[in-house]
């Protein structure tokens, strides 16, 4: 397994930004895909965001115009640009690792994940 742990949450005003980030550690970063993923109180964890290693990316149709995933493989990174945050955006956001389906949105699909990073939107 690969050791995951995201930074850069906190509390912002609707229509604000905020940058996640997420460093991996435990195995060669640049092999494989990472995800976001949010999880609001009550609701399941949902998909957000992925990244292969090369750059390819697919979104959850929610935050594709406002949301950017990006990675630099030399330093073992993911991050998660929020734009035009919204206050149903609110959620523990949770970085993944070891996808086992390209393209796949399920949380089972992934075998690693970090401990969640809080992102509260106010209205």
């Known amino acids: 397994q690969v050791q995951l742990v995201e930074s850069g949450g906190g509390l912002v005003q609707a229509g604000g930004s905020l940058r996640l980030s997420c460093v991996a550690s435990g195995r060669t970063f640049s092999n494989y895909p990472m995800a976001w993923f949010g999880q609001s109180p009550g609701q399941e964890r949902e998909f957000v965001a992925a990244?292969?290693?090369?750059?390819?990316?697919y979104y959850a149709e929610s935050v594709k115009e406002r949301f950017i995933i990006s990675r630099e493989n030399a330093e073992n990174t993911v991050d998660l640009q929020m734009n035009s945050l919204k206050p149903e955006d609110t959620a523990v956001y949770y970085c993944?690792?070891?996808?086992?389906?390209?393209?796949?949105?399920?949380?089972?699909?992934?075998?690693?994940w970090g401990q969640g990073t809080q992102v509260t939107v106010s209205s």
């Open positions: 993944a690792a070891d996808l086992r389906a390209w393209g796949s949105r399920w949380p089972r699909d992934f075998g690693s």
């Open positions: 990244i292969s290693w090369s750059g390819s990316t």
